[in-house]
């Protein structure tokens, strides 16, 4: 963060943030365009704090157990049958 800072104030240049973050020249204008547009908030990832597409919801799982007598199904049985 410190030195796309130091970039997009002008206290560092470009060619010196390249050789310390082993980046490109573009990556180092996309960052620092994104980092004045944004500020420190464009170094964060895109889907921090969203759940996962893919996540598991057990709760409701275990309740479709016990509400259908699916206890004595093994994992195989279990999802053939959901």
Do not use: W
């Not at 996962?52 to 409701?60: E, G, M, R, S, T």
């Amino acid at each position: 963060m410190q030195v796309i800072e130091d970039v997009a104030t002008a206290k560092s240049i470009k060619y010196r943030a390249m050789i310390q973050l082993g980046l490109s020249a573009r990556t180092i204008e996309r960052k620092v365009f994104a980092y004045k547009k944004m500020g420190r908030d464009c170094f964060q990832h895109g889907n921090t704090n969203r759940k996962p597409v893919h996540i598991i919801d057990f709760p409701a799982i275990a309740t479709i157990i016990a509400n259908n007598n699916l206890e004595g199904c093994n994992f195989s049985e279990l999802s053939r049958l959901l």
